[in-house]
């Protein structure tokens, strides 16, 4: 079936760096652009970041731009976040998800998540 | 930025009744706007997509309307299940923003 399996989270001092991998199954990953969307503790989600399904086109957050990467490996059907400079309201469950087959930026499958901590 | 404002923040409500959530963007966003249903612990599952249509397996006691800065979730004859978080997001432009959540608690 169609999922979504994080991992790479944990706990990190600020300033730290820490890289987040999706690994994807079920589907044509390289068919489908791909985001990142987190959720601090008691918070609302807040979308991080978009690839373009062949990876030429990358979008970010403010709250993210010059600190977080987004990149993919179509040949492994993983994604990733490059998180650099943490601070610690970048404490959140991080969730990858699939871009809408027919709709641009809806998300229709989403993976369960990981934890990042930013703490000394 | 586009802001999304959900209301109530909170909502009770009892097992058969007909709710209305409601969400609204600071800027028009013609159809562009999702509904995403939250279970604690869980990961967000998509409801409404383009502000009115249903999603695959999602059963037909939920609908979506609105268009421009005003949107409406409805559930009707509210099932156990149904109790959750509620949240909008707009797909119109980056950032692609989601509301602060409605709870729906029995």
Known sequence: QVQLVESGGGVVQPGRSLRLSCAASGFTFSSYDMHWVRQAPGKGLEWVAVISYDGSKKYYADSVKGRFTISRDNSKNTLYLQMNSLRGEDTAVYHCAKNHRTTFNTFDIWGQGTMVTVSS | ?106
């Not at chain 2, 909502?11 to 159809?31: E, F, K, M």
């Not at chain 2, 998509?46 to 979506?64: C, D, E, M, N, W």
């Not at chain 2, 559930?75 to 909008?88: R, V």
């Open chain 2, 1 to 106: 930025d586009i802001q999304m404002t959900q209301s109530p923040s909170s909502l009770s409500a009892s097992i058969g009744d007909r709710v209305t959530l409601t969400c609204r963007a600071s800027q028009s966003i013609s159809t562009y706007l999702n509904w995403y249903q939250q279970k604690p612990g869980k990961a967000p599952k998509l409801l409404i997509y383009a502000a009115s249509t249903l999603q695959s397996g999602v059963p037909s006691r939920f609908s979506g309307s609105g268009s421009g800065t005003d949107f409406t979730l409805t559930i009707s004859n509210l099932q156990p299940e149904d109790f959750a978080t509620y949240s909008c997001q707009h797909s119109y432009i980056v950032p692609y923003t989601f509301g602060q959540g409605t709870k729906l608690e029995i």
